[in-house]
């Protein structure tokens, strides 16, 4: 006989779930691998690939993303490749060739990393959009956009850097700077369009420095080789084992590893308080004897003891601070010392900044040893080495502050205000912590009174004036403001309280990128160039060079770019904003009179 069962009741057979649950169980992950809302790229085709092609470090990724998905060497995985490309190019025809035929090598190889190893999409159904350097050849956008083609992307859009990095920081009028690795371009941009013409440029850039810095640390930096045995590491001091850095140990990969990682930008120093009355200072044209350093020299110690606990602590970690006087004591500068020299005395005696210990690999004639060497870098190196970036007074060689300043005199009179006040730095180099607090300082201190210290030969004929370069733009020195300043000074207007620091806190590498994730995001950008248009320009050149069979050898050997690319060098401008349509009045429609009707 079966026992009657108790009926559940209906709220123990449909447990409930909590409204917060339901809330957070509602939201639709699109990726295990990013907490984002938004639909993935790798599961659509709407994104389109944004690609900044740089002369030494690629970004590349997805519109609508925050950051790229891959920064990437184009030469290697390591900055040991150098540049991609270069300012020089090949007077000789042949060897332009051998060129670019090795550039396009490496291009093939890049673009080929971009699709199928850091983004792993099918570049037939993505759109692509090139940031664009203003200054990027046009033989280069010309060789990019052929293997693009030549892979079937739908389309190419170039795009501006500086136009997109003030997109990136909600902006369309501004100055934007960018302090690249080959060099440094200012180019105003008055509503969403550059004003090509008032461009200007310098090589004062990332390769500059790097170059001033590794002449810097083969000259006054110290290099201790690893011991030949533990019993010499113990018994010999390491201020016995001091010589000059060997060229061997500084790589590309060592000198950009202590300019990324240990270099900052220090204050703007007054050059006229300096002591430099009983130095005999060589010209600057005759440093290029100074700067080549002997690569081993033995350096003799004054003090005779050291203490190990520098070493030890070199040891435990690839940087270390070098405490207490340090291995080797200050050199003692005395009259008849060259440049170098006097300003590596100047540089010390006003510098805060401490000693690093950084391990390197010895010479392979000296990897006998035991263990790594130990190259001591000087504060004031790490401090000072930038300062190659700020010294100007060439024509062909500005600093970077000379360059903005340049910009804003050919800028209408009536811009300079805004342009003034709405300054953006961009650029890898422009990472270095201090750089852009040093460039505003600069800016003003270019823009400093005069003080006119000539005398006057004959007292009957008075001095001609004093040349003042930039006597135009001194009225704006209370309107200088960098949007991405991190602690802006002081304001003095309210056009400057109201730009100073107000970008977002973007790094400045990355801004370009970012603006074009935003353009791609909203489906705008430069100039699109579909691949049927390409392929039908193609063909167009292909039948004009069959029919001109006089041609030379020299077009049939160096090809040709093609005209449907943007480029502003050899396109005419238009000279301001189109016109605004003027609104058409509606046709007057004449009523004719309703006929009278009489009884």
């Known amino acids: 006989m079966s026992t009657p069962t108790t009926p559940r009741s209906k709220t123990a057979a449909t447990p409930t779930t909590p409204a917060a649950r339901l809330a957070s169980s509602s939201v639709i992950q699109s990726s295990p691998h990013y907490t984002t809302t938004r639909r993935h790229s790798l599961y659509g085709v709407e994104d389109r690939v944004i690609i900044d092609p740089g002369s030494r470090v690629w970004k590349v990724g997805f519109s609508g993303e925050g950051r790229p998905r891959d920064l990437f060497y184009p030469t290697g995985r390591s900055p040991n490749g150098g540049s991609l490309w270069s300012l020089k190019r090949a007077s000789d025809p042949m060897v332009r060739v051998e060129e670019d035929k090795l550039l396009e090598v490496r291009l093939q190889k890049a673009l080929r990393s971009v699709f199928h190893e850091s983004l792993l999409t099918d570049p037939k159904a993505r759109k692509v ?32 850097s500086h ?158 601070e070098a405490s207490g006087p340090g291995v080797l004591p200050p050199v003692r500068h005395e009259p008849g010392e060259t440049y170098l020299q006097a300003l590596a005395s100047m540089y010390t005696r006003h510098s805060t900044a401490t000693d690093l210990h950084m391990r390197v690999t010895p010479p392979t004639s000296q990897q006998t040893g035991t263990g790594l060497g130990t190259l001591i870098i000087p504060g004031w190196i790490r401090e000072r080495a930038a300062e190659v970036l700020f010294e100007g007074g060439d024509v062909d060689e500005s600093s970077v502050a000379e360059v903005i300043l340049d910009s804003l005199l050919r800028i209408p009179v009536d811009l300079r205000k805004t342009m003034a006040s709405s300054i953006l730095v961009i650029g890898g180099t422009a990472m270095l912590p201090g750089f852009i607090l040093r460039l505003q300082a600069e800016l003003i201190r270019a823009l400093a009174s005069l003080q006119d210290s000539r005398h006057s030969t004959r007292p009957d004929k008075p001095l001609p004036p004093v040349y003042d370069r930039y006597a135009a733009l001194r009225p704006l020195i209370p309107y200088f403001a960098i949007l991405n300043n991190p602690s802006p000074p002081p304001p003095a207007t309210a056009r400057a309280n109201a730009n100073a620091g107000k970008a977002p806190a973007l790094s400045p590498a990355m801004m370009a990128w970012v603006g074009g994730s935003l353009a791609g995001a909203l489906k705008t950008g430069g100039v699109e160039i579909a691949r049927e248009k390409w392929d039908e320009a193609e063909l167009q050149q292909r039948q004009n060079d069959d029919g001109d069979e006089d041609s030379m050898d020299l077009d049939e050997i160096v090809p040709k770019p093609k005209n449907i690319l943007p480029d502003w060098t050899r396109s005419p401008l238009t000279n301001g904003a189109p016109p605004a349509r003027q609104p058409v009045a509606p046709p007057s429609v004449s009523i004719p009179p309703t006929p009278r009707v009489e009884a």
Request: aromatic share 6%.
């Open 129 to 160: 959009i090139l940031v664009e350097h203003p200054l990027l050849p046009i033989y280069i956008k010309d060789t990019i956009a052929r293997i693009l083609f030549e892979n079937q992307v739908p389309s190419v859009s170039f795009a501006s």
């Open 163 to 320: 136009l997109l990095s003030l997109f990136a920081v909600g902006r369309i009028t501004g100055l934007v700077i960018d302090c690249g690795h080959l060099e440094s371009v200012a180019l105003p941009i008055f509503a969403a369009r550059p004003l090509y013409p008032q461009l200007r440029t310098t090589p004062m850039a990332g390769a500059r420095l790097t170059s001033h810095l590794r002449a810097l640390l083969l000259k006054f930096a110290t290099y201790l080789p690893p011991p030949t045995s533990l019993s010499s590491a113990a018994n010999i001091p390491a201020a016995n084992r001091a010589t000059r850095v060997p060229q061997e140990v500084l790589t590309d990969a060592v000198v950009e590893e202590i300019k990324t990682r240990c270099c900052f930008v220090g204050n703007a120093l007054d050059v006229s308080n300096a002591d430099f009355r009983d130095v005999d200072i060589m010209p600057l044209g005759d440093q290029s004897s100074d700067i080549e350093a002997p690569q081993s020299d033995s350096l003799q110690s004054e003090s005779g003891q050291e203490s190990t606990t520098s070493s030890q602590r070199a040891a435990e970690s690839e940087f270390s």
